[in-house]
């Protein structure tokens, strides 16, 4: 039960969506568009 408390973590969520949004700028740095892109 205490995995299903972790999924259901909401910060645990956050640190997720932060990751993937480190992942998407330095993605999208390294083919040098403007990263004006990602904030739609």
């Given at each position: 039960m205490?995995?299903?408390?972790?999924?259901?973590?909401?910060?645990?969520?956050?640190?997720?969506?932060?990751?993937v949004?480190?992942?998407a700028?330095q993605?999208?740095?390294?083919?040098?568009?403007p990263?004006?892109?990602?904030?739609?």
């Amino acid at each position: 039960m205490k995995i299903l408390d972790r999924f259901n973590d909401p910060d645990l969520g956050k640190r997720m969506v932060s990751r993937v949004k480190a992942i998407a700028l330095q993605a999208v740095g390294r083919l040098g568009r403007p990263i004006v892109l990602l904030e739609v």
